[in-house]
């Protein structure tokens, strides 16, 4: 009897032990089979998954370039489309001017000065009797022109700093940096005013102005980014074929970086139209008769009590065209950087 | 700490030096003669070359910046306005208050609304009020604030007759520009805080304070805010700076007599002391505005203390 317990004692424990080590090796399988598994995924697109593993969500990366994904994402966002919409009529606007506007921007009609909107003149007229619709309207050129060229020379001219700064680093990258904060130590719009009225005033010395006052914040951007790609392996193998400096800057590095340039260039431009009205605003900027929207509303100031429209109209232009722009930026930033996204 | 203080004063001191290298070479490049200017259109060559002989104008560039480099920052020496002679230094410290008081006021009505409508947007992201904040704040970003100024003027003072539409003598005068100048701001902040709160309260010691019964106005108001105000705080700063800068053009909006007013006017009349004077002294007031925003973000963040220990 007792023998036959002990047995049966013996064969609990030995089946007990079974149990445990068939449990072990299912579950020692099951993470081989799962490395297996994802390791098959990764390199074998395609491979049928076991179903008992909760892998589906690991898939093959889809080859698919970055820039579409990125559009793909810009155009899922509403407000992202609405800044579009309006850069894209601002952008029409200035190109068909001369077919939309119903009169010359400086075409006086000196018998219907400071008229309020009417079906003839929408907007109204100015003190010189000029159509204001049609002075908005092609002040879209000139806002256009100046935002984007004072940026794209902040670009180029903060772009090579920061690549040099970033690249080299060491002395040079102290100088340029020491440089860029010395720059950043004055508010942006005053070293703006401080340029232009040293140039004088003027579309040109304007562009300069508004371009030379924004290039620390493209230096300061451009040399992070490239701080962050130098020591990768892409870099390394780059300059092991024997890639040159220029090119390994220009071939492989900064077309990686581009994503927090091309949201800094976005709100740029519209930084860079409203530092130029206020230029032109406060005399130092584009002057008449050219139709620049600042100058509108600087001279629109002495007539404010009695001719509202010289002063509404320009000043929604202006403000229609930066909202856009910002839209169109914070759109670009959650789509080029979806981590950023608020 | 102190040590933090020291280096973060002796980083200052080149960057002064060069922001008014910077300042000084601009306004030696523009074009036409100080001598000639400051003796008026009836003065001979004579009197002219004499005048530049003592004014030193025919010496090197170098040397005519270390004068000026040396006048600034031993005696605050500005140099003397070439229309009136007045000293700059002193027609600078007698408008100054005025330009700080707007910027200031800016800056108290942009962290007013600012700051809790970033907390109430955060707390409750993607509701109506969320929406419409941000939309309004995208709004504030995109006036000039010229434009407002003037908005605001016809709206309040020509319609309405509610404020005066210039000057600054009374603190009705302030009501329109101070709002002017700091909505920008507001929406600047208002955008800041919300992001900064929405990551803080993702956070698990708030998951932790919510699960330990805490009640919700504590654990935003105790736990997080203290958290996510400390990015704002950087921006409360640059905004103050920007904004005096800012100043420049609501000061002429609204006809202001402040040191922004006074540089524009300086440069219609090719004042060159004086528009190189105000630079200087706001890229001045701007430095030491950052630096103290620094420091206190040496105390506020502990991290930052930690690393000067």
Redesign the interface.
Known sequence: MSSNKENEKNKDLMEREDKLKAKEVTGHEAVVKNYQSQTEIQSRPGDVKPKDLDIKKIEPAKRKSQWAEVWKRLIKNKAAIAGMIVILILLLTAIFADFIAPYGYETQFLDNTRTAPNADNWFGTDNFGRDIFSRVVYGSRISIQVGFIAVGVAMVVGGILGSISGYYSGRIDNVIM??M???L???????A???A??L?PGLVNVMIAVGIASIPRYARIVRASVLSLRDQEFVEAAKAVGANDFRIITKYILPNCMAPIIVQGTLGV?EAI?SA??LS????GIQPPIPEW?AM?ST??IY??DA?WM??FP?LA???T??GL??LG?GLRDALDPRLK? | MLKYIGRRILLLL???I??S???FT??Y???GDPAAMQLGEQATETQILQLREQMGLDDPFIVQYGRFAKGVFTELDFGRSYRTNALVFNELLTRFPTTLTLAATGVLVAVFIGIPVGIISATKQYSLFDNAAMMFA??G????N??QG??A??IFS?WAGWFPSSGYSTPMHMILPALTIGTSSAAMITRMT??SM??VIRQDYIRTARAKGQKESKVINQHALKNALIPVVTVIGLQF??L???A??TE??FSINGIGLL??NS??MRDLPM?QGG?LF??LT??LV?LFVDILYGFIDPRIKAQYK
């Open positions: 020491r440089l904060d010395v720059l130590a004055i508010p942006g719009i005053l070293l005013i401080a340029i009225a040293a004088g519209a409203l009205a206020g605003f406060i005399g130092l600042g509303l629109a100031r404010i009590r509202w002063a509404i000043g202006i403000m229609f930066i909202f910002n839209l914070d608020g | 080149p960057v002064l060069g922001v290298f910077i300042v601009l306004m490049i523009t074009p995208l709004i970003v995109s006036i000039p010229f434009f003037l908005v003027i016809l020509v919300r992001s929405l990551e700076g920007y005096l800068g800012g420049v053009l002429t909006v540089m524009v440069i219609k528009v630079v706001i890229a701007f430095s950052n």
